[in-house]
């Protein structure tokens, strides 16, 4: 761990031409891994199609698939209804989270006054989304942001100018990612704690699951044919990719509450670290070096459970890290 943070530190001081160059790659990474956490909440998003499709492909085989039709793939619905506006709220926040990160780092490397102000308008749009999502999660009127926290961050932007004075630019990203960090913080918590209670985990379990065995009785079809070994061999191993998807399901969501933990102490830190006028530090660099680390290495479960005292498994062979 400590050579990756080498590496990220060796790397920035090479090529920190700006104080605002760590800004912007804080953005990069946490948008990376919003990007990360985006494709889990999407699967879940799409996990009863996925048993549909699959539950189509086994029914209509060999003499039944003359049945299948265009009226009856019209009877394919994305399951999205009124109890499930939570769990898309989820997927929008942290899509949010990671326009907000990007607009950060594309705030921190403009170059003309066109550059900043796409990148306002991001920033704008990422907030006005935060808002939102916030207030469909818990159910309330209230705006996670407020319009006067909104006016500020133009007047910060505004005062950067067309000649793209440094410290007009820290100044405006400072202000940003100060004001911005108690409601980055609040969300961040909210996401963790609907990700507990939306289900998703065992919405991808049950859809993995139904997945592998409609794949194993088409193996078993299949293998009482003539099947080489090398055939065979290849598709055992796709079979146990499959059932370790299933075993590995909470663990998915568990790297993902861990994601957006790493997120939320992230920009926290990054925040401290801007109040004490310190755009680059030891501190970012770590910062980045932890979410490079996490976006390289998320769906490395055996990690995930070297670092877990208390490893579980239920009666379906579903693991957990149930550390508290």
Same mark, same amino acid.
């Given at each position: 761990?400590? !050579?990756?943070?080498?590496?990220?530190?060796?790397?920035?001081?090479?090529?920190?031409?700006?104080?605002?160059?760590?800004?912007?790659?804080?953005? &990069?990474?946490?948008?990376?891994?919003?990007? /990360?956490?985006?494709?889990?909440?999407?699967?879940? &998003?799409?996990?009863?199609?996925?048993?549909?499709?699959?539950?189509?492909?086994?029914?209509?085989?060999?003499?039944?698939?003359?049945?299948?039709?265009?009226?009856?793939?019209?009877?394919?619905? /994305?399951?999205?209804?009124?109890?499930?506006?939570?769990?898309?709220?989820?997927?929008?926040?942290?899509?949010?989270?990671?326009?907000?990160? %990007? +607009?950060?780092?594309?705030?921190?490397?403009? *170059?003309?006054?066109?550059?900043?102000? !796409?990148?306002?308008?991001?920033?704008? *749009?990422?907030?006005?989304?935060?808002? $939102?999502?916030?207030?469909?999660?818990?159910?309330?009127?209230?705006?996670?942001?407020?319009?006067?926290?909104?006016?500020?961050?133009?007047?910060?932007?505004?005062?950067?100018?067309?000649?793209?004075?440094?410290?007009?630019?820290?100044?405006?990203? %400072?202000?940003?990612?100060?004001?911005? $960090?108690?409601?980055?913080?609040?969300?961040?918590?909210?996401?963790?704690?609907?990700?507990?209670?939306?289900?998703?985990?065992?919405?991808?379990?049950? @859809?993995?699951?139904?997945?592998?065995?409609?794949?194993?009785?088409?193996?078993?079809?299949?293998?009482?044919?003539?099947?080489?070994?090398?055939?065979?061999?290849?598709?055992?191993?796709?079979?146990?990719?499959?059932?370790?998807?299933?075993?590995? @399901?909470?663990?998915?969501?568990?790297?993902?509450? /861990?994601?957006?933990?790493?997120?939320?102490? @992230?920009?926290?830190?990054?925040?401290?670290?801007? %109040?004490? *006028?310190?755009?680059?530090? +030891?501190?970012?660099?770590?910062?980045?070096?932890?979410? /490079?680390?996490?976006?390289? &290495?998320?769906? $490395?479960?055996?990690? !995930?459970?070297?670092?877990?005292?208390?490893?579980?498994?239920?009666?379906?062979?579903?693991?957990?890290?149930?550390?508290?």
């Amino acid at each position: 761990m400590k !050579l990756v943070y080498l590496a990220g530190a060796l790397f920035l001081a090479g090529c920190a031409s700006t104080p605002t160059t760590q800004i912007s790659a804080f953005g &990069n990474s946490a948008s990376a891994i919003a990007g /990360k956490i985006d494709s889990v909440i999407d699967e879940y &998003n799409n996990a009863a199609l996925d048993r549909k499709f699959t539950d189509y492909a086994a029914t209509y085989n060999g003499d039944k698939s003359s049945l299948l039709t265009s009226d009856e793939l019209g009877k394919i619905d /994305k399951p999205i209804g009124p109890e499930q506006k939570k769990n898309f709220a989820i997927y929008k926040a942290n899509r949010a989270l990671g326009s907000y990160s %990007k +607009a950060l780092s594309d705030l921190a490397s403009a *170059g003309s006054r066109v550059d900043i102000d !796409l990148a306002a308008a991001n920033l704008y *749009g990422s907030i006005s989304s935060l808002n $939102d999502q916030y207030k469909t999660i818990k159910e309330t009127d209230k705006d996670l942001f407020d319009t006067s926290k909104l006016a500020s961050f133009s007047t910060l932007i505004a005062a950067i100018g067309s000649s793209i004075v440094e410290e007009k630019r820290r100044e405006a990203i %400072k202000g940003i990612v100060t004001e911005a $960090d108690p409601k980055v913080s609040l969300i961040c918590d909210v996401i963790i704690e609907q990700l507990k209670l939306a289900g998703i985990e065992d919405a991808i379990a049950t @859809s993995r699951q139904y997945i592998l065995s409609e794949e194993l009785i088409d193996y078993k079809s299949r293998v009482k044919t003539a099947m080489p070994l090398d055939e065979r061999r290849t598709e055992i191993k796709r079979l146990y990719s499959l059932q370790q998807g299933v075993s590995n @399901s909470k663990l998915l969501i568990q790297q993902t509450q /861990k994601a957006v933990a790493a997120v939320k102490e @992230s920009h926290a830190t990054l925040a401290n670290e801007l %109040k004490e *006028g310190r755009f680059t530090s +030891a501190a970012i660099t770590s910062t980045i070096g932890r979410l /490079k680390d996490l976006e390289k &290495n998320y769906g $490395d479960f055996e990690a !995930l459970l070297l670092s877990c005292k208390k490893i579980a498994k239920n009666d379906k062979g579903i693991l957990s890290c149930e550390d508290k």
